[in-house]
């Protein structure tokens, strides 16, 4: 089954797809626009500034999500020696800090109208700001060992490292009392989000990870047409 | 009406700046990454074009060398 993400057998998707998702994103978040700035309610308590949360939890949710494949992928290169999955790893990551910088910006904006201040060094702001240092390490050392033996150790140990993250950013608002909300949608318990809020979420977070595949795609290409020139140079 | 929809209830400055911030960040990472596309796309042309046409062979031969070449501006000379 691994053998299907071969590099030469998916570049002929990921070359022809990105247009096609470029497309329906443009198509998704204008309507997703559309809906979170000017259908969806206010609401009673935060009035306006919720709309905020349109821009700020899928980016959350896109960032955490993205780290946590590029995690599992790790896992699987240094287990089992997959070559082929190093290339979607390294991919995934510039996409998935641009949203980790995104939720932080945007939540400091939200902030300052909801909690008064732009910034509080709660549990759950600090641990996605520890997200993002991982992101850039890891990005980083992508620049640092490129070229060399050791860089997908390296790469994946930095990535599973991070992982350890993942759950405490998940559940901070549960284990520590924090400025920051609890969790408002749960896929096990009833949401408290009425679906009038719901649609546009939805529809950002629809066009926010089809952002996120473009990206990852255009990078993917970008770095396979990089090490096919280094072919080219050993011919 | 677009007054309001501007000014928010006074939040507009925040939800307008958050919404500006994201869309600014998209169009600068698809920028960055589209630049970096096609300079690797160039830069492949180039080598291809420096290739003997034998060696042109062997690399029409392979499969992603193939999608590349469908892809890129080298194979509309």
């Known amino acids: ?235 | 009406m677009i007054n309001d929809i501007i000014s928010m209830n006074g939040y507009g400055i925040y939800v307008w700046s958050a919404f500006a911030f994201t869309l600014i960040s998209f169009v600068a990472l698809y920028t960055v990454i589209k630049i970096q596309l096609v300079k690797e796309k160039i830069k492949f042309d180039k080598k291809y074009l420096t290739l003997t046409s034998d060696k042109r062979q062997t690399v029409r031969a392979q499969k992603t060398y193939k999608g590349i070449l469908a892809s890129n501006l080298v194979s509309k000379i």
Do not use: C
Not at chain 1, 16 to 45: M, N, Q, R, T
Not at chain 1, 92 to 112: E, M, Q, R
């Open chain 1, 1 to 235: 089954m691994l053998k299907n993400f071969e590099p030469n057998k998916i570049f002929l998707i990921t070359s022809k797809a990105p247009k096609y998702i470029l497309f329906a994103f443009i198509i998704i978040i204008s309507i997703g626009l559309i809906e979170a700035l000017i259908i969806s309610p206010e609401d009673y308590i935060q009035s306006h500034s919720v709309r905020i949360m349109y821009v700020h939890v899928p980016s959350a949710w896109i960032s955490l999500g993205t780290f946590s494949v590029i995690a599992i992928l790790s896992f699987v290169i240094l287990i089992f020696k997959n070559k082929s999955f190093i290339l979607i790893a390294k991919s995934l990551a510039p996409s998935g800090l641009v949203f980790n910088i995104i939720a932080l910006v945007t939540g400091s904006i939200w902030g300052k109208p909801t909690w008064g201040t732009w910034w509080a060094w709660d549990a759950r702001i600090t641990s996605m700001l520890i997200l993002a240092l991982f992101y850039i390490i890891y990005i980083l050392a992508w620049r640092i060992y490129d070229g060399t033996e050791k860089v997908d150790k390296v790469t994946s140990l930095i990535a599973i490292l991070g992982a350890i993250n993942i759950p405490i950013i998940k559940y901070s608002v549960d284990w520590w009392s924090t400025l920051h909300q609890p969790a408002s949608i749960n896929i096990f318990v009833k949401t408290s989000i009425h679906s009038s809020m719901i649609v546009p979420l939805a529809l950002m977070t629809a066009a926010f990870a089809l952002f996120s595949i473009l990206i990852f795609l255009m990078k993917y290409n970008t770095e396979l047409i990089k090490i096919k020139n280094k072919g080219l140079d050993r011919l």
